[in-house]
């Protein structure tokens, strides 16, 4: 590694402040007589965006892979494989001379309504860290950087480059930093992407507090923060923020805002100092990546159908899949012919080769005639005829396959979906094939969950394809004919309609903000919470095969600080092979604040023979366990029990053991002149000091408030959420001393005491 300091000492101000802005809109500025390189980053996340034209940003791009987008790859529950999208990826980011892609995204999917859900993995923080990280250690073990995006509480594209995201700390921490969190600290992430939005009134690219404070000093990020592309408002404040790259360049002005602002005295040099050096650490280390000027495209390709088969969803089967031998088979729909592959926007590849879902089919089909009408129109509108041609073909057929694909204009970065439902067309299509064909399938593609209460009960059996990358039409004719097992599970609980979803009185916001006032219940932790029927829960998806879960194994006590051990055998009782994305959720049975009836913590993806059994041990550490605490401003653990939940999804726990926490941790005196009789005696010091004259005061209430007067009030409910201050307030007369004095005598003897 070049000696970054001497380097430094030897670059003027202008030279420092012009590496600190883009030079072009993918590349960084060079310093030859320093020998310092540019170097050249590309889109992502599911493949390489590298425009051919260097100075152009939305430009048609080199061929590349196009992997299953996020929601389809999360889907598979498989960290290893993964790693191994990473792998390729990076293989064909050197190919092309990218030194960073810019990926990937782990928003939360705060609403199914979310323009890139498509490019997010899950409603889940916990799984969203650890598929990240996979992604990222994969990209990375090649000598290839990604960038960590939209860093941070991106959750829509309604106004993103301006609207102010008002989110509670303990949300923030529990649901929209822990994705961050993980990655940083399992993956090291070469860059982290600030968003274009506001946290809290402050823009990310000038947030202090996510930039150096959380990412920075607590999590211990080494790389540097670049930004969204024009997320930067004023780069001065964003300097002094913690934003150490403004992209895309060229912005002159910019340039010299710096070294102004330092020649003035408004930025300290030192801070950016920093910034270059966290810099040219990043653009050295990609000077130690390997030169290869090729890639495997067909090996690629095969590595994209696999994620993308393991990633495919079987929503519904009554049996019908996967198929047998018939004489015709229906296809109706146009994206048997046009696969709907990728979203719109930054993330828009230009593949190496496209599988044709049709033609997929006919290379699987054997003798079976395959017959195919367009079914519905490219874009939203309603044409009878085509319904009335597709009625016509299906009938005679022995099975109809219905690709359903939403309009590409429904989803892409840029703008959200105003809905969650097909097109009318498209629905009108689904009941007329249902009514005459008997066998009926519908394989789905689009980004992100779709309502289908209106249809589902009519047809056999439903396929979730997603985005599903150049080679999900291989994919789906793999899992339809069973050459593949489908394992995939959704990361996105599937509601029954919109107006069910968490945020929906919330969304988009309005007036330049957007509250989140559903706070941690998102996705799963919601509709448990408010016991809201779904359509399709959290972590759901069939087989064609089943398995069992038994003999869980929980110790029955442990510290948080040891963190412990759960195991569980997953048998898979069917008579083909099959895979199995296995869950572990946690139940906290008592805590001093609400929390979610349960949590993601854990999960392992296993492969069984028919009759095989394997045992899944998953670790759960402190933090499966706490809860952030917006008082303390810290994790927090609570002695007490906890269930452990094995489930083959959220709403289906097939084991569960409880066990026993004794939490280590030592809390600060939070006790003030504010405090509650309750807050007094849950506190360890307090209660100790405040119990005798509790029981004083109880005792004195009751002669008060009990007996034949009784104005039917029960003393202990009345006062146990009353400020002492108030209550001895309401005594003041009876009391030798001024309440406040009292509670001061108290406060000064908790403080002082030692737990
Ligand atoms: C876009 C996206 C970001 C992308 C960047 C570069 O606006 O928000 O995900 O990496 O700009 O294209």
């Known amino acids: 590694m070049e000696n970054i300091q001497n380097i430094i000492s030897q670059m003027t101000l202008e030279e420092k402040a012009s590496l600190c802005v883009g030079v072009g809109p993918w590349t960084t500025y060079p310093i030859e007589r320093l020998g310092v390189p540019r170097i050249f980053?590309?889109?992502g996340p599911h493949g390489i965006r590298r425009v051919?034209?260097?100075?152009?940003?939305?430009?048609?791009?080199?061929?590349?892979?196009?992997?299953?987008?996020?929601?389809?790859?999360?889907?598979?529950?498989?960290?290893?494989?993964?790693?191994r999208m990473g792998e390729a990826i990076a293989e064909e980011a050197i190919a092309y001379d990218v030194d960073v892609v810019l990926g990937p995204g782990v928003n939360i999917k705060r609403s199914p309504l979310g323009g890139r859900n498509f490019e997010y993995f899950s409603e889940d923080p916990y799984l969203s860290g650890e598929l990240a990280a996979s992604l990222i250690n994969g990209i990375q073990s090649k000598g290839?950087?990604?960038?960590?995006?939209?860093?941070?509480?991106n959750n829509q594209e309604y106004q993103r480059f301006s609207i102010n995201a008002e989110v509670d700390e303990r949300t923030l921490r529990e649901i929209y930093l822990p994705a961050f969190e993980a990655a940083v600290k399992k993956a090291q992430p070469w860059t982290v992407m600030c968003a274009y939005n506001k946290v809290n009134g402050t823009y990310c690219s000038e947030h202090h507090?996510?930039?150096?404070?959380?990412?920075?000093?607590?999590?211990?990020?080494?790389?540097l923060v670049v930004s969204d592309w024009g997320a930067v408002h004023d780069r001065v404040e964003s300097m002094k923020g913690g934003l150490d790259l403004e992209m895309p360049g060229p912005q002159e002005r910019h340039v010299k805002a710096l070294v102004q602002a330092v020649r003035s005295g408004d930025c300290e040099e030192e801070i950016l100092d920093k910034s270059v050096e966290r810099i040219l650490k990043i653009i050295f280390k990609a000077q130690q990546t390997d030169d290869n000027d090729s890639f495997d495209k067909e090996a690629h390709h095969d590595l994209a159908r696999e994620i993308a088969a393991e990633g495919i969803v079987l929503l519904k089967n009554d049996g019908i899949l996967p198929l047998k031998t018939h004489e015709q088979i229906a296809v109706i729909g146009r994206s048997a012919k046009e696969a709907y592959y990728q979203g719109g926007g930054s993330s828009h590849i230009n593949p190496t080769q496209l599988?044709?879902?049709?033609?997929?089919?006919?290379?699987?089909?054997?003798?079976?005639?395959?017959?195919?009408?367009?079914?519905?129109?490219?874009?939203?509108?309603?044409?009878?005829?085509?319904?009335?041609?597709?009625?016509s073909v299906v009938k005679s057929a022995d099975v109809a396959l219905l690709y359903i694909a939403l309009p590409t204009s429904k989803e892409s970065e840029g703008y959200d979906r105003k809905d969650l439902d097909l097109t009318e067309h498209q629905v009108a299509l689904i009941h007329a094939v249902a009514?005459?064909?008997?066998?009926?399938?519908?394989?789905?593609?689009?980004?992100s969950a779709i309502v289908m209460q209106s249809w589902i009960d009519e047809v056999n059996a439903v396929l979730q394809g997603w985005m599903m990358g150049q080679a999900g039409g291989g994919a789906i004719a793999d899992v339809l004919f069973g050459k593949v097992n489908p394992s995939g599970k959704i990361t996105e609980t599937f509601p029954v309609e919109l107006s069910d979803t968490p945020a929906y009185i919330n969304w988009p916001g309005g007036a330049g903000e957007v509250h989140y006032g559903e706070r941690m219940y998102v996705g799963y932790r919601y509709y448990e919470t408010k016991q809201v029927p779904v359509m399709f829960p959290f972590g759901y998806g069939l087989s064609y095969t089943a398995f069992e879960y038994s003999n869980p194994q929980v110790p029955k006590a442990f510290t948080d600080k040891e963190g412990l051990i759960v195991q569980v055998d997953v048998t898979n009782t069917g008579d083909v092979p099959g895979k199995e994305a296995v869950q572990v959720y946690v139940h906290d049975c008592e805590s001093a604040l609400a929390r979610p009836p349960k949590e993601l913590k854990g999960f392992a993806k296993?492969?069984?023979?028919?009759?095989?059994?394997k045992t899944v041990s998953i670790s759960l550490d402190f933090r499966s366990f706490a809860y952030y605490h917006p008082q303390y401003h810290t994790w927090v653990t609570e002695d007490g029990d906890f269930d452990i939940l094995f489930g083959a999804s959220s709403a289906d726990i097939r084991q569960s053991a409880r066990t026993t926490m004794k939490s280590t941790i030592e809390l600060p005196c939070m006790l003030c002149r504010e405090s509650t009789i309750k807050e007094w005696l849950e506190d360890p010091r307090g209660a100790v000091v405040f119990q005798p004259m509790y029981d004083e005061i109880h005792s004195g209430l009751e002669k008060m408030f009990g007996g034949d007067e009784s104005i039917g009030i029960e003393v202990s409910d009345m006062i146990v959420d009353m400020p002492l201050i108030s209550l001895l307030l309401f005594q003041q007369s009876a009391l030798t001393m001024p309440a406040e004095d009292i509670v001061d005598g108290l406060l000064q003897q908790a403080h002082n005491m030692e737990v």
């Open 209 to 223: 507090e996510l930039l150096v404070d959380i990412l920075k000093n607590e999590w211990g990020f080494e790389g």
């Open 435 to 447: 009514e005459v064909q008997p066998n009926t399938v519908v394989i789905l593609n689009s980004g």
């Open 41 to 43: 980053v590309s889109d």
């Open 355 to 391: 599988d044709i879902p049709f033609n997929e089919l006919r290379e699987r089909a054997g003798d079976t005639e395959l017959l195919f009408v367009e079914g519905y129109p490219k874009q939203d509108e309603y044409k009878q005829e085509m319904i009335d041609e597709a009625v």
């Open 144 to 153: 290839v950087g990604t960038s960590l995006k939209h860093y941070a509480v």
């Open 606 to 613: 296993v492969e069984l023979e028919p009759g095989q059994t």
């Open 52 to 83: 051919i034209d260097e100075n152009q940003i939305a430009q048609k791009s080199l061929p590349a892979t196009c992997f299953p987008t996020a929601s389809c790859s999360a889907s598979t529950w498989n960290t290893d494989l993964i790693y």
